[in-house]
């Protein structure tokens, strides 16, 4: 009930496309989702988040779409550019002052030139 | 504003041997929390501090432990080192209720 799962595992898009991501949760108790990117050799930074109680974020070309009512959410790059080739991790966690974010097993996303 | 700086980088380690690992989080942030990263687990919890005090603890052995100090600075400890302790360790810090900001990581080789 801990878990999060994440698809696809890998990704490969033309620049200019759109990349998604999806996270799938089963605990109803996680009440703040962030996605995290992570380039080789560098610790993950956080990219955007949501909380439950909205539907949709955007932040430039990134975008989080969430579903209660499915337990879903998923990451849309608009635009995608080689450099946006990383990889990426959603999470979940109990929003209430606490760290112990449940990650997805990650995304590695690459944006061909 | 420096981020968050972890030492070391890179470590090598022998089977039986103990570790200790530290994270010096970014000036005014009094929560740290450590993460594993390995290719077939992902990122998976360790634990958090908050003001020298564990708020949270995952599911690994108790040869992992950890501490945080009066100035927020913390260090963790592997004891008996194991192959599968091979991993990136990252340290994260924030302000409270606010995002964690990841550091570099240790990446620890234990042979």
């Known amino acids: 009930q801990q878990q999060v799962k994440q698809s696809p595992q890998s990704l490969i898009v033309q620049k200019g496309g759109i990349s998604i991501i999806n996270c799938a949760y089963e605990?109803?108790?996680?009440?703040?989702f962030p996605w995290y990117q992570q380039f080789p050799g560098k610790g993950p930074a956080l990219l955007i988040a949501?909380?439950?109680?909205?539907s949709e974020k955007k932040e430039g070309r990134f975008t989080i779409s969430f579903n209660k009512s499915a337990k879903q959410f998923s990451l849309h790059i608009m635009d995608s550019q080689p450099g946006d080739s990383a990889t990426y991790f959603c999470?979940?966690?109990?929003?209430?002052?606490?760290?112990?974010?449940?990650f997805g097993t990650g995304t590695r996303l690459k944006v061909l030139a | 504003k420096a981020g968050v700086t972890q030492t070391p980088r890179y470590l090598i380690k022998t089977r039986g041997q103990q570790v200790t690992l530290s994270c010096s989080p970014i000036?005014?942030?009094?929560?740290v929390s450590w993460y594993q990263q390995t290719p077939g687990q992902g990122l998976q919890f360790l634990f958090e501090?908050?003001?020298?005090?564990?708020?949270n603890k995952g599911n690994f052995p108790g040869r992992f432990s950890g501490r945080q100090f009066s100035n927020s600075r913390s260090e963790m400890n592997v004891s008996t080192l194991e192959l599968g302790d091979s991993a990136l360790y990252l340290c994260?810090?924030?302000?409270?209720?606010?995002?964690?900001?990841f550091g570099q990581g240790t990446r620890l080789t234990v042979v």
């Open positions: 949501i909380r439950p109680d909205v």
């Open positions: 999470a979940a966690s109990l929003s209430s002052g606490t760290y112990k974010y449940i």
């Open positions: 605990n109803t108790a996680f009440d703040y």
């Open positions: 994260a810090s924030s302000f409270w209720g606010a995002e964690a900001f």
């Open positions: 501090y908050f003001s020298e005090t564990q708020r």
């Open positions: 000036s005014g942030h009094r929560s």
